[in-house]
Protein backbone atom coordinates (compact mmCIF):
# COMPACT_ATOMS: atom_id res chain seq x y z
CA UNK A 1 0.00 0.00 0.00
CA UNK A 2 0.55 4.01 0.29
CA UNK A 3 2.23 4.03 -3.71
CA UNK A 4 2.32 7.51 -5.20
CA UNK A 5 3.10 7.68 -8.62
CA UNK A 6 4.39 10.70 -10.54
CA UNK A 7 4.11 10.71 -14.52
CA UNK A 8 6.37 11.19 -16.76
CA UNK A 9 9.53 10.13 -15.22
CA UNK A 10 11.57 11.88 -18.26
CA UNK A 11 10.51 14.35 -20.11
CA UNK A 12 12.67 16.96 -22.83
CA UNK A 13 10.34 19.99 -24.05
CA UNK A 14 11.62 23.21 -25.45
CA UNK A 15 12.31 26.35 -24.16
CA UNK A 16 8.70 28.55 -23.68
CA UNK A 17 6.48 25.51 -23.63
CA UNK A 18 5.23 24.19 -20.69
CA UNK A 19 4.87 21.33 -18.94
CA UNK A 20 2.85 19.31 -16.45
CA UNK A 21 3.53 16.75 -14.05
CA UNK A 22 1.13 14.61 -12.51
CA UNK A 23 1.20 13.38 -9.00
CA UNK A 24 -1.18 10.60 -7.84
CA UNK A 25 -1.64 8.28 -4.87
CA UNK A 26 -3.09 5.35 -6.15
CA UNK A 27 -4.40 3.67 -2.47
CA UNK A 28 -5.41 6.34 -0.27
CA UNK A 29 -6.36 9.59 0.09
CA UNK A 30 -3.67 12.20 0.37
CA UNK A 31 -4.98 15.37 2.47
CA UNK A 32 -1.45 16.87 1.67
CA UNK A 33 1.27 16.78 -1.21
CA UNK A 34 4.65 18.35 -1.62
CA UNK A 35 6.71 19.18 -4.21
CA UNK A 36 10.56 19.18 -4.50
CA UNK A 37 13.24 19.85 -6.32
CA UNK A 38 16.58 18.38 -6.52
CA UNK A 39 19.32 19.47 -8.33
CA UNK A 40 22.13 17.13 -9.10
CA UNK A 41 23.74 16.01 -5.95
CA UNK A 42 22.12 17.74 -3.93
CA UNK A 43 19.37 17.90 -1.05
CA UNK A 44 15.40 18.06 -1.89
CA UNK A 45 14.17 21.66 -1.15
CA UNK A 46 10.76 22.02 -0.94
CA UNK A 47 8.95 24.34 -3.56
CA UNK A 48 5.19 24.16 -2.16
CA UNK A 49 3.10 22.09 0.01
CA UNK A 50 -0.92 21.81 -1.58
CA UNK A 51 -3.88 20.60 0.54
CA UNK A 52 -6.78 19.44 -1.34
CA UNK A 53 -9.25 22.38 -2.73
CA UNK A 54 -6.93 25.00 -1.65
CA UNK A 55 -4.37 27.09 -3.17
CA UNK A 56 -1.01 25.96 -2.69
CA UNK A 57 1.94 27.31 0.14
CA UNK A 58 5.05 28.35 -2.11
CA UNK A 59 8.38 28.27 0.15
CA UNK A 60 10.15 31.77 -0.01
CA UNK A 61 11.85 32.23 -3.97
CA UNK A 62 9.27 30.18 -5.38
CA UNK A 63 7.60 32.17 -8.31
CA UNK A 64 3.77 30.91 -7.62
CA UNK A 65 3.32 32.40 -11.80
CA UNK A 66 6.24 29.70 -12.95
CA UNK A 67 5.04 26.62 -10.87
CA UNK A 68 1.97 26.66 -10.91
CA UNK A 69 0.62 23.59 -8.82
CA UNK A 70 -3.19 22.34 -8.69
CA UNK A 71 -4.53 20.13 -6.19
CA UNK A 72 -8.16 19.12 -7.29
CA UNK A 73 -8.78 15.89 -5.48
CA UNK A 74 -7.16 14.05 -2.68
CA UNK A 75 -5.84 11.31 -5.13
CA UNK A 76 -3.84 14.21 -7.46
CA UNK A 77 -2.23 17.13 -7.92
CA UNK A 78 0.14 18.26 -10.68
CA UNK A 79 2.80 20.87 -11.12
CA UNK A 80 2.98 23.18 -14.28
CA UNK A 81 6.19 24.48 -15.06
CA UNK A 82 5.20 27.46 -17.32
CA UNK A 83 7.37 28.62 -19.95
CA UNK A 84 10.31 26.32 -19.13
CA UNK A 85 13.50 27.37 -19.44
CA UNK A 86 17.04 25.93 -19.50
CA UNK A 87 17.44 26.48 -15.66
CA UNK A 88 14.27 24.82 -15.08
CA UNK A 89 16.10 21.87 -15.80
CA UNK A 90 16.35 19.29 -12.48
CA UNK A 91 14.89 16.83 -10.50
CA UNK A 92 10.93 17.21 -9.40
CA UNK A 93 9.37 14.70 -6.98
CA UNK A 94 6.49 14.72 -5.16
CA UNK A 95 5.18 13.44 -2.27
CA UNK A 96 1.86 12.84 -0.43
CA UNK A 97 1.00 12.53 3.57
CA UNK A 98 -1.79 10.19 4.33
CA UNK A 99 -4.87 10.80 6.87
CA UNK A 100 -4.12 9.33 10.12
CA UNK A 101 -2.79 6.98 11.47
CA UNK A 102 -0.91 7.07 8.15
CA UNK A 103 -0.02 10.61 8.08
CA UNK A 104 3.08 10.63 10.31
CA UNK A 105 5.46 9.80 7.65
CA UNK A 106 5.22 11.01 3.63
CA UNK A 107 5.69 8.60 0.49
CA UNK A 108 6.95 10.07 -2.25
CA UNK A 109 6.78 9.59 -6.55
CA UNK A 110 9.37 8.00 -8.17
CA UNK A 111 10.36 11.66 -9.89
CA UNK A 112 10.35 13.22 -13.22
CA UNK A 113 13.61 14.30 -15.13
CA UNK A 114 12.62 17.60 -16.78
CA UNK A 115 15.16 18.58 -19.41
CA UNK A 116 14.52 22.53 -21.23
CA UNK A 117 16.74 22.77 -24.42
CA UNK B 1 12.88 25.95 13.07
CA UNK B 2 14.52 22.67 12.62
CA UNK B 3 17.71 21.30 10.72
CA UNK B 4 19.66 18.03 9.93
CA UNK B 5 23.25 18.07 9.18
CA UNK B 6 24.22 15.35 7.96
CA UNK B 7 28.51 14.57 8.38
CA UNK B 8 30.25 13.17 5.30
CA UNK B 9 29.16 13.95 1.67
CA UNK B 10 30.45 10.46 0.94
CA UNK B 11 31.25 6.76 2.77
CA UNK B 12 32.74 4.03 1.11
CA UNK B 13 32.74 1.19 2.54
CA UNK B 14 33.76 -2.32 1.72
CA UNK B 15 31.30 -5.15 1.02
CA UNK B 16 30.48 -7.16 4.52
CA UNK B 17 31.53 -4.02 6.63
CA UNK B 18 30.15 -2.01 8.83
CA UNK B 19 27.64 0.91 7.61
CA UNK B 20 27.49 4.08 10.07
CA UNK B 21 25.91 6.88 8.32
CA UNK B 22 25.55 10.37 10.44
CA UNK B 23 22.73 12.61 11.02
CA UNK B 24 22.72 15.33 13.98
CA UNK B 25 18.69 17.54 13.93
CA UNK B 26 18.20 20.75 15.41
CA UNK B 27 14.37 21.16 16.33
CA UNK B 28 12.94 23.23 18.86
CA UNK B 29 9.76 20.75 19.58
CA UNK B 30 10.04 17.01 19.90
CA UNK B 31 11.19 15.60 16.23
CA UNK B 32 10.48 13.01 13.81
CA UNK B 33 12.74 11.46 12.85
CA UNK B 34 13.30 9.62 9.06
CA UNK B 35 16.14 7.85 6.66
CA UNK B 36 15.54 7.77 3.04
CA UNK B 37 17.58 6.02 0.15
CA UNK B 38 17.28 7.07 -3.01
CA UNK B 39 18.72 5.16 -5.75
CA UNK B 40 20.02 7.07 -9.35
CA UNK B 41 16.91 9.22 -11.21
CA UNK B 42 14.27 7.49 -8.53
CA UNK B 43 12.32 9.07 -5.72
CA UNK B 44 12.62 8.26 -2.15
CA UNK B 45 11.88 5.15 0.10
CA UNK B 46 11.89 5.11 3.47
CA UNK B 47 14.02 3.30 5.05
CA UNK B 48 13.17 4.04 8.95
CA UNK B 49 11.66 6.86 11.17
CA UNK B 50 11.41 7.86 14.53
CA UNK B 51 8.21 8.70 15.64
CA UNK B 52 8.71 9.41 19.97
CA UNK B 53 8.45 5.15 20.70
CA UNK B 54 11.31 3.25 21.02
CA UNK B 55 14.53 4.60 20.50
CA UNK B 56 16.23 2.31 18.66
CA UNK B 57 14.53 1.81 15.44
CA UNK B 58 14.71 -1.58 13.02
CA UNK B 59 14.20 -0.64 9.24
CA UNK B 60 14.01 -2.42 6.09
CA UNK B 61 17.15 -4.04 4.28
CA UNK B 62 18.49 -4.46 7.97
CA UNK B 63 19.40 -0.78 8.44
CA UNK B 64 18.56 0.48 12.03
CA UNK B 65 19.22 4.14 13.46
CA UNK B 66 19.21 4.73 17.22
CA UNK B 67 17.69 8.33 18.55
CA UNK B 68 20.00 9.86 20.95
CA UNK B 69 18.40 12.83 22.27
CA UNK B 70 21.02 14.27 24.58
CA UNK B 71 23.67 14.23 21.84
CA UNK B 72 20.83 15.25 19.21
CA UNK B 73 21.89 12.02 17.19
CA UNK B 74 19.52 9.52 14.49
CA UNK B 75 22.81 7.27 12.87
CA UNK B 76 21.87 5.04 10.32
CA UNK B 77 23.75 1.59 10.78
CA UNK B 78 24.09 -1.67 9.50
CA UNK B 79 26.30 -4.22 10.09
CA UNK B 80 27.27 -5.93 6.85
CA UNK B 81 27.51 -4.14 3.73
CA UNK B 82 26.11 -5.30 0.61
CA UNK B 83 26.66 -3.84 -2.97
CA UNK B 84 23.37 -3.01 -3.16
CA UNK B 85 23.42 -0.46 -0.67
CA UNK B 86 24.92 1.50 -2.50
CA UNK B 87 23.26 4.70 -3.10
CA UNK B 88 22.28 8.21 -1.77
CA UNK B 89 20.66 8.29 1.47
CA UNK B 90 18.82 11.34 3.06
CA UNK B 91 17.97 12.39 6.82
CA UNK B 92 14.40 14.20 7.69
CA UNK B 93 13.66 15.94 10.47
CA UNK B 94 10.11 16.72 10.88
CA UNK B 95 7.84 18.44 13.79
CA UNK B 96 5.90 15.95 15.65
CA UNK B 97 2.30 15.59 14.21
CA UNK B 98 0.34 19.38 13.74
CA UNK B 99 -0.37 20.88 10.38
CA UNK B 100 3.29 22.03 9.99
CA UNK B 101 3.90 18.43 8.78
CA UNK B 102 7.07 19.88 6.66
CA UNK B 103 10.18 17.83 5.89
CA UNK B 104 13.79 19.22 6.13
CA UNK B 105 16.01 16.96 4.82
CA UNK B 106 19.90 16.71 5.35
CA UNK B 107 22.58 16.97 2.17
CA UNK B 108 22.69 13.33 2.02
CA UNK B 109 25.55 10.92 1.63
CA UNK B 110 26.87 9.18 -1.23
CA UNK B 111 27.59 5.40 0.22
CA UNK B 112 29.61 3.41 -2.12
CA UNK B 113 30.10 -0.46 -1.44
CA UNK B 114 33.59 -1.46 -2.75
CA UNK B 115 33.78 -5.72 -3.61
Known amino acids: GAVVSQHPSRVICKSGTSVKIECRSLDFQATTMFWYRQFPKQSLMLMAT?????????EQGVEKDKFLINHASLTLSTLTVTSAHPEDSSFYICSARALAPMNTEAFFGQGTRLTVV | AQSVTQLGSHVSVSEGALVLLRCNYS??????LFWYVQYPNQGLQLLLK??????LVKGINGFEAEFKKSETSFHLTKPSAHMSDAAEYFCAVSHSGGSNYKLTFGKGTLLTVNP
Open chain 1, 50 to 58: SNEGSKATY
Open chain 2, 27 to 32: SSVPPY
Open chain 2, 50 to 55: YTSAAT
